[in-house]
């Protein structure tokens, strides 16, 4: 009988064997026996915990959308200001968090978009995932813009965001998290100059 608290161990084990083994294999090659393996535990333990090799991967995107969550939601704590220029450069700076910046938090995430395109269980969870970050950049944006503005700059600058996230994962050096900031930041006071001069 399995100790009383060891699931959420047990679960949180395989989620870091997934990411580590993404990272050295690859998707495609992350089979369940070499997660299990990397875990240290039976192919048995996977399916007891996540029936299979897509839960497993749906749980470990689970797991880095809470961490960009709570790294957004840590530095939203910790700001000295209301404004909505404040708001969202910690929406950036959360995006571009060492999180999900690292080697195999990259390399899951780039697995994971592929494919979302396939499995509706994790097509559900982009699409979450895409709104999250579009909802918050607007109702920021709405703050200080007309809302078509609000919109339009939302839309802008998650595409933003995705892009230089995406080019920093492909580019097969360290992410260049000081430059995708000063991009995103750029283009921020860009749209807030239009017509929030105090934002």
Not at 112 to 139: K, T, V
Request: glycine content about 6%; proline content about 3%.
């Amino acid at each position: 009988m399995p100790k009383v608290g060891m699931q959420p161990i047990r679960r949180q084990q395989l989620i870091e064997a997934t990411l580590q083994a993404v990272d050295q294999v690859g998707m495609a090659d992350a089979s369940i026996g070499v997660i299990a393996k990397t875990a240290g535990v039976s192919n048995g333990i996977i399916s007891h915990y996540f029936q299979d090799k897509n839960g497993l991967i749906e749980a470990t995107m689970g797991y880095l959308m809470r961490a960009l969550a709570t790294s957004v939601a840590a530095r939203r704590q910790a700001l000295r200001e209301e404004r909505p220029r404040a708001h969202l450069r910690v929406i950036i700076e959360g995006n571009f968090d060492a999180s999900q910046v690292n080697g195999a938090a990259m390399k899951t995430w780039l697995a994971f978009w592929a494919a979302s395109m396939h499995q509706p269980s994790l097509h559900r969870l982009q699409r979450i995932n895409d709104h999250r970050l579009y909802s918050n950049l607007c109702c920021q944006f709405r703050r200080v813009l007309p809302v078509d503005q609000a919109r339009a700059a939302a839309r802008g600058l998650a595409a933003l965001i995705d892009g230089l996230w995406l080019r920093g994962a492909l580019s097969g050096d360290a992410f260049d998290t000081d430059q995708a900031l000063r991009i995103a930041y750029e283009y921020l006071d860009l749209q807030l100059a239009k017509q929030a001069p105090t934002a």
